[in-house]
């Protein structure tokens, strides 16, 4: 055989050898995707390669709260689950409203280390939604009596609610009036009556997510109930963790509101003054409260 018909043989070899290996697919899935699946459910499926060269065995499935793109990232990436080679979905649990993206590694006698995204790893995160809860009603507000527009009570309103420092007008009543009916409510032997819990509007009905989703299981479960010592040790809980201004402003109100119905008057007083700045209207009130109970203990 002469020079150039080895060269032409060796060629023909080589494109075979090529050819023989197209023919197979990688030991890889394809097509990955995820979706909610209700409750806190995530479903993860793919796509399974037809024709392998090696018989896949096994995948291992990866959870991630930041896209995997490059196969370290496995390292810092949650370990879900081994299942049998022939699955084409897997079915994740989670317990918050994070995103999360997921990876899928194949296995045929060894591990096939190559991260793919949009094959077998996912690019979109996905998270489960928040259950609608119904709006939080609070105590002093289940039991109340409504009176049609136009219609007079069963019986005159308790008290007066007189403000005081408040300028008089000429249509508010008489100086002797306003003396005799501020010694109505009260008499000075016995103790200052409680506020009653107060709600921000934004808090009265669950968000789908975020920071304000939190704050609102913390009042359903501890703060509406009345279980106010739970209530300040989650809430500070949050408090403590990266949330926003608005939010972390709401949740310390409610520390304070709370100081303040288990008789911590200092405490209370102490949180009110950090959100007077947000609230001036409702801090003023409750921080007023606080001093006077502080006064009579």
Not at 215 to 233: E, G, W
Request: aromatic letters at 12%; hydrophobic letters at 35%.
């Amino acid at each position: 055989m002469n020079k150039n018909s080895k060269k032409s043989f060796l060629v023909w070899i080589l494109a075979l050898f090529c050819f023989s290996l197209s023919a197979y697919e990688k030991p890889m899935i394809i097509n990955i995707h995820s979706e909610y699946a209700g409750g806190n459910k995530i479903n993860i499926m793919w796509t399974n390669p037809e024709n392998t060269e090696k018989k896949i065995t096994k995948f291992l499935v990866y959870r991630n709260t930041m896209p995997i793109t490059v196969f370290n990232d496995i390292n810092n990436s949650t370990f879900l689950a081994q299942i049998p080679g022939s699955s084409s979905g897997y079915t994740d649990t989670v317990k918050d409203l994070n995103d999360y993206y997921y990876a899928v590694i194949s296995f045929t006698d060894e591990c096939y280390d190559l991260i793919m995204p949009s094959m077998n790893a996912t690019v979109k995160g996905v998270h489960v939604e928040a259950k609608k809860q119904n709006p939080i009603i609070p105590k002093h507000e289940e039991s109340e009596k409504k009176y049609p527009t136009g219609t007079l009570r069963e019986t005159p309103l308790p008290y007066l609610d007189l403000v005081d420092g408040l300028v008089k007008s000429e249509n508010q009543i008489s100086n002797l009036a306003h003396e005799k009916a501020s010694g109505l409510g009260r008499k000075s032997a016995n103790p200052v009556e409680l506020l009653e819990p107060y709600y921000f509007e934004a808090d009265l009905i669950s968000p789908e997510r975020g920071d304000a989703y939190y704050l609102f299981q913390i009042l359903s479960q501890y703060f509406a109930p009345r279980k106010y010592r739970d209530s300040i040790a989650q809430l500070k809980k949050l408090t403590g963790t990266n949330i926003t201004r608005e939010v972390e402003s709401r949740a310390t109100f409610y520390l304070g509101e709370s100081y303040y119905f288990t008789g911590d008057f200092e405490n209370a007083v102490r949180t009110f003054v950090k959100v007077q700045e947000y609230f001036p209207e409702e801090s003023k009130k409750w921080l007023e409260s606080s001093l006077d109970h502080l006064e009579i203990n």
